[in-house]
């Protein structure tokens, strides 16, 4: 395998990150060498991984592969999609109005809030008596 056939987009969300490569092919995704439906069981994951494709109408002409890591599996699929759809860009650039649209380009800049001292967690604090 030569990596000039392959496009490569990264994707990020919450700590998740995905390395995405796509190449025209049969429609294949694996990630982390292990096929979608195996890797995410839970059928909103896997359609966060497909929108990218869906939305540029290549579903079943090319194939991805993906190595996520970090995170739960809600992040990974987000970096995924995130992943996929910067992929795609630079494969064919006339895809971009389309995936900006619905917005798939766009990074989610949610994080988790740090612990603070003295106290359980980001916001919680011990209970408070007045008297």
Same mark, same amino acid.
């Given at each position: 395998?030569? %990596? %000039?056939?392959? $496009?490569?987009?990264?994707? #990020? =969300?919450?700590?998740?990150?995905? #390395?995405? @490569? &796509?190449?025209?092919? $049969?429609?294949?995704?694996?990630? /982390?060498? *292990? ?6 069981? *839970?059928? &909103? ?9 869906? $939305? ?10 993906? /190595? ?5 599996? $809600? ?8 992943? &996929?759809? #910067?992929?795609? &860009?630079?494969?064919?650039? %006339?895809? =971009? ?9 766009? *990074? %989610?800049? @949610? ?11 980001? @916001?919680?604090? #011990?209970?408070?008596?007045? =008297?």
């Amino acid at each position: 395998m030569s %990596d %000039d056939k392959y $496009t490569w987009g990264t994707g #990020r =969300r919450k700590n998740a990150l995905a #390395r995405v @490569r &796509i190449c025209l092919g $049969t429609g294949e995704i694996k990630i /982390n060498n *292990r096929a979608v439906e195996e890797y995410f069981p *839970r059928l &909103i994951w896997q359609s966060q991984v497909y929108q990218s494709l869906k $939305t540029a109408g290549v579903e079943g002409r090319v194939d991805v592969f993906v /190595n996520a890591s970090g995170g739960g599996l $809600t992040g990974q699929a987000g970096a995924v999609k995130l992943g &996929i759809a #910067r992929a795609l &860009i630079k494969m064919n650039p %006339d895809l =971009r109005p389309a995936l900006k649209k619905e917005g798939l380009l766009t *990074r %989610d800049p @949610r994080m988790v809030e740090r612990k603070k001292f003295g106290q359980k967690g980001a @916001r919680g604090k #011990r209970q408070f008596s007045k =008297r």
